[in-house]
């Protein structure tokens, strides 16, 4: 019973009821809508989601590799030990982010010019 029931009439208490009952039918009703809308949109993007994957990224990603294990061939099979290292080590600075790569460059550089030397002696 709500609050302020005892003070209805039957006639007043089925009519406030009636409108309550309608009210939550509306209510229900837009609930249904937006749920079935937003099924229609989740089931649309993930189809989107699906494709894209399938015909853009992952023939890309297979470019990537097969372009990837190439120079990791050739690379492996070059003479120049220290031209492998520094082949397979990432001297961007936006991937270590943003620090000075000097010191590594030139320690790398250094021991590449070291058994260039030795290999010349």
Do not use: C
Not at 76 to 96: C, G, I, K, M, Q
């Amino acid at each position: 019973m709500n609050l302020g029931d005892e003070h209805m009439t039957d006639e007043t208490r089925d009519i406030y009821r009636a409108k309550v009952a309608e009210r939550q039918a509306a209510e229900d009703a837009l609930v249904q809508q937006r749920v079935e809308a937003a099924s229609d949109y989740v089931g649309s993007f993930k189809a989107e989601r699906e494709t894209k994957l399938r015909d853009v990224t992952m023939p890309k990603n297979r470019e990537g590799e097969h372009a990837f294990l190439e120079a990791l061939e050739t690379a492996a099979e070059s003479d120049a030990t220290w031209a492998r290292v520094l082949s397979l080590v990432d001297t961007e600075p936006d991937s270590w982010g943003g620090a000075d790569l000097a010191r590594l460059r030139a320690v790398l550089i250094k021991k590449k010019a070291e058994e260039t030397q030795a290999l010349a002696a």
